[in-house]
């Protein structure tokens, strides 16, 4: 099975903990995931913030290198680029005229047959349907499950799960022998793009969210985006500053913690990159758990 | 395109609504995008004030949306739209009030770093169509001449593998030079 793949700058550069934990979940699951020949940046915030049509010609040219190649289905991990893309992509599909637009400017036509799935709907298609056989370590922990903004909305145009307590990520963790926390910051937003420019700014959102998951018992965040990654965990300093005390709750990639379930390492989940180390306690598995149907037969291939 | 029903004004309001098609007549300061608005209060003016200010035409008000900090510290986080029983677009009208306060060089002094934070994150994509981020740190520092932040983060950063040192380049190189020429450039705007 071969799909698409948009890594975009942060898996190529400061994240390569969520390419490495998303390569090698997918290779357990018998999915190749390709990269988009001679791919672009997406334009991120600076785009959009900045001039209209660049915002859509960075990713419009993303789209038509898929196409082109023939990848009709592409997976992209960072919640950021999904949304830029996904716009992207229902912009063009609205408005003829603006597709040709951008079709002169990138000097490629796109036809708009590229459909674009984020990690949760990867894992969802791909991986949910066989995890339960697969898992030989139940992640038998705490967790808030952090969305942040970009995954969920705009709703209308995204159209994936809800805005306001979203469920999809929960669902994966419960699969995997996890349990999610009831918490009140699963889609406030971390400061995002204002991580170099205002990072007090993002001290303070970010310590927000922390707080309340902290209270809340929570043993590590759940992440999908590699921009709220980035600040949950290299911002960290900034972050207790504005909390007012120390804290060392990990933040761990959707994709490292079923990476840990199905037996991978920490090491090929790629903990070795996290700012903040991450140390989660093994705790006794208790009978009440949702993952019933563990295959005690399954080969623990890597310890 | 389609104006709806809306009468189109011949102010910034009807500018917003001419090229976004966000009907700012529509709010009926209800305030839930300023509760929901996670830098409202670190704004100038918190987006339920900066429709109203809008709604009323007063030129000098919509100058002071333009030169506000508000427009820049919006994280397009999509919060407002979301929770707008009128779901108006704010977020859309921010980018819009963004390139207008750019184009007419009105710009918060207060926002000066986030611009330059924008324009060293799209000079990296025009050079090397990816973003390089030990590249883009030290523009943004030789913009914003702000030595000293993250010195103490960037050691620790590269011991982990996560700043690489050299750049990623795209072989159609060129074609971001292009597009960068088609869009922003063109309209006389400054990287």
Known sequence: ?303 | MSSGSHHITNNLSGEILRHTEVPVVKCYQCGKCTAGCPVAEDMDYPPSLLLRMLQTGEADLEDKVLRSLSIWLCLSCEMCVSRCPMEIDIPKMMDFLRYTSLKEGKTNPKAKNIIRFHRAFLDSINYTGRLYEVGLIADYKMRSLNMTQDVAIAPKMFMRGKLGLIPEIIKERGKMGEIFNKTLKRKGKQL
């Open chain 1, 1 to 303: 099975m071969k799909l698409g793949f948009y890594p975009g700058c942060s898996l190529k550069g400061g994240s390569p903990e969520y390419r490495i934990s998303t390569f090698n979940v997918a290779e357990k699951f018998g999915v190749e995931l390709v990269e988009i020949p001679d791919w672009n940046c997406c334009g991120a915030t600076a785009a959009h913030n900045m001039d209209k049509e660049l915002s859509l010609s960075l990713p419009g040219r993303i789209l038509a290198l898929a196409e082109a190649a023939g990848l009709n289905e592409i997976v992209v991990p960072c919640a950021a680029c999904y949304s830029r893309l996904t716009v992207t992509n229902h912009e063009l599909a609205e408005d003829t005229q603006l597709r040709e637009n951008i079709s002169t400017i990138i000097g490629m036509k796109y036809e708009g047959n590229v459909k674009i799935l984020n990690i949760i709907q990867f894992l969802d298609k791909y991986v949910l349907p066989h995890v339960e056989e697969k898992v030989v370590k139940k992640f038998n922990h705490d967790v808030a499950c952090y969305y942040g903004c970009l995954l969920v909305r705009p709703h209308n145009i995204l159209k994936f799960d809800r805005e306001e307590n979203p469920q999809t990520m929960d669902n994966v963790i419960t699969k995997i022998g996890g349990n999610p926390i009831d918490w009140a910051f699963k889609t406030e937003c971390c400061g995002a793009g204002l991580s170099v420019s205002r990072t007090d700014l993002v001290g303070k959102l970010s310590g927000k969210l922390m707080i309340d998951a902290l209270d809340r018992g929570a043993e590590a965040i759940i992440v999908a985006c590699p921009m709220c990654h980035s600040n949950l965990d290299m911002r960290r300093s900034a972050i207790n500053k504005y909390m007012n005390r120390e804290s060392e709750i990990p933040v761990i990639y959707i994709t490292q913690a079923v990476g840990l379930a199905i037996g991978l390492s920490e090491k090929e989940v790629g903990f070795q990159y996290h700012m903040v180390k991450v140390k989660l306690k093994e705790k006794p598995i208790t009978e009440n758990l949702v993952v019933k149907k563990v295959v005690q037969t399954e080969p623990t291939e890597e310890k």
